[in-house]
């Protein structure tokens, strides 16, 4: 098993590895394999990037965030020209049925919400629009509308683990409740949970998933 200062390293140097990242701007710190950021970034995406880049580390098992966004370029916009941005970038983006999103913005806080069908355009609505300037953080609150009886879910998303080079199907158990998916089992990184979960987030009508996956660590021989 890893020790947290292998961890702590290991994330160092993954944060180094990031192209748009200062890892001198970010602290890492580690206790029991949780990892805790910390640091002031000028963008909200440089502080998904720091998450994204710590949960690639193996033996991690949970993050922990305490990095604030600075003061920016883009800080001194209004909310009202913030709001015309998001809507203007959703309009223009293929993926996202903007007519069927709500937009509000509050001190660069943008709150989006509506009802669409699949998951993977809930999701790139967020992205599109996390790096916009001026936006501080994005709170998702758009819902997908059920498509699949909890059966029918159940095998899509199995038969999405078996063809996922990156998970185990093996290994990994999925129920459901009503349009929530629950996944159950044994993985053998953080990476894989989130791979995971992932696969499951893109099964029509899902509308929350509950990852309750287990890191098992490596045995090692010496």
Same mark, same amino acid.
Not at 103 to 119: A, C, F, N
Not at 144 to 157: G, R, S, T, V, Y
């Given at each position: 098993?890893?020790?947290?200062?292998?961890?702590? !390293?290991?994330?160092? *140097?993954?944060?180094?590895?990031?192209?748009?990242?200062? &890892?001198?701007?970010?602290?890492? @710190?580690?206790? $029991?394999?949780?990892?805790?950021?910390?640091?002031?970034? *000028?963008?909200?995406?440089?502080?998904? *990037? @720091?998450?994204?880049?710590?949960?690639?580390?193996?033996?991690?098992?949970?993050?922990?965030?305490?990095?604030?966004?600075?003061?920016?370029?883009?800080?001194?916009? #209004?909310?009202?020209?913030?709001?015309?941005?998001?809507?203007?970038?959703?309009?223009?983006?293929? @993926? +996202?049925?903007?007519?069927? %999103?709500?937009?509000? +913005?509050?001190?660069?806080?943008? #709150?989006?919400?509506?009802?669409?069908?699949?998951?993977?355009?809930?999701?790139?609505?967020?992205?599109?629009?996390? &790096?916009? &300037?001026?936006?501080?953080?994005?709170? $998702?609150? %758009?819902?997908? !509308?059920?498509?699949?009886?909890?059966?029918?879910?159940?095998?899509?998303?199995?038969?999405?683990?078996?063809?996922?080079?990156? /998970?185990?199907?093996?290994?990994?158990?999925? &129920?459901?409740?009503?349009?929530?998916? +629950?996944?159950?089992?044994?993985?053998?990184?953080?990476?894989?949970?989130? *791979?995971?979960?992932?696969?499951?987030?893109?099964?029509?009508? /899902?509308?929350?998933?509950?990852?309750?996956?287990?890191?098992?660590?490596?045995?090692?021989?010496?």
């Amino acid at each position: 098993m890893k020790t947290d200062i292998q961890i702590q !390293k290991d994330v160092m *140097d993954e944060l180094k590895w990031q192209p748009f990242l200062n &890892s001198s701007e970010i602290g890492v @710190a580690v206790k $029991n394999g949780i990892v805790t950021l910390s640091g002031n970034l *000028d963008s909200y995406a440089k502080k998904l *990037d @720091a998450e994204r880049a710590a949960k690639k580390v193996a033996g991690v098992k949970a993050i922990a965030e305490d990095i604030r966004i600075g003061v920016s370029p883009g800080a001194g916009k #209004t909310d009202a020209e913030i709001a015309e941005a998001v809507f203007n970038t959703l309009k223009w983006h293929s @993926a +996202v049925p903007e007519e069927k %999103i709500k937009i509000k +913005v509050e001190d660069g806080i943008v #709150t989006l919400e509506g009802e669409l069908e699949w998951e993977y355009q809930r999701v790139n609505a967020k992205t599109a629009i996390q &790096s916009l &300037s001026g936006v501080r953080s994005v709170i $998702n609150l %758009i819902t997908i !509308k059920p498509k699949l009886n909890a059966f029918d879910m159940e095998q899509k998303i199995m038969a999405a683990f078996r063809r996922n080079a990156t /998970v185990d199907a093996s290994k990994v158990n999925v &129920s459901t409740i009503g349009n929530k998916v +629950v996944l159950t089992g044994k993985v053998r990184s953080f990476a894989e949970s989130e *791979d995971a979960e992932d696969v499951a987030w893109a099964a029509p009508g /899902v509308y929350h998933v509950e990852n309750k996956l287990t890191v098992e660590e490596p045995e090692y021989a010496f």
